[in-house]
């Protein structure tokens, strides 16, 4: 393994977990909610964003730069593990509702972002 590219995922994932604590913490301060809304919404931003990067991926940057990126960043941003959790713990506190629109809502939306990133890469750029 190239040091470039463990030390590009290293700096990314610093970045994107903070960005994830930060975000996380401020939209469910703001939702006010018991629902995992903070989670949710740094789903769909990584999500987004992946689907952008990965056709501005094909045009250029070097491998260490998509690494960073996509697996550092992206990787540390998004919560998939924290959104599994927060289902586990819906339902196993009988709250079947808000987990299975927490699975819905998480898959849906973050799918929908990724082809909006994709488009919106289109639009931008011509491909």
């Known amino acids: ?17 903070i960005s994830r604590f930060t975000i996380a913490t401020w ?10 809304y903070g989670t949710l919404t740094v789903n769909v931003i990584g999500s987004f964003i992946i689907g952008f990067l990965v ?5 250029t940057l ?5 690494a960073m990126l996509m697996t550092g960043f992206l990787g540390a941003l ?6 599994s959790l927060e289902t586990v713990l819906m339902l196993q506190q009988s709250l079947y509702f808000k987990a299975i629109s927490n699975i819905s809502l998480n898959v849906l939306l973050s799918i929908s972002a990724t ?10 750029y011509g491909g």
């Open 1 to 17: 393994m190239n040091w470039q590219i463990l030390l590009s995922v290293g700096v990314g994932g610093f970045f994107g977990a």
């Open 115 to 124: 082809v909006l990133g994709m488009i919106v890469f289109r639009k931008v």
């Open 55 to 59: 056709l501005f991926f094909e045009q």
């Open 78 to 83: 998004t919560t998939f593990s924290t959104f």
């Open 62 to 66: 070097a491998p260490h730069q998509k």
């Open 27 to 36: 939209v469910q301060k703001l939702a006010g909610s018991t629902f995992p």
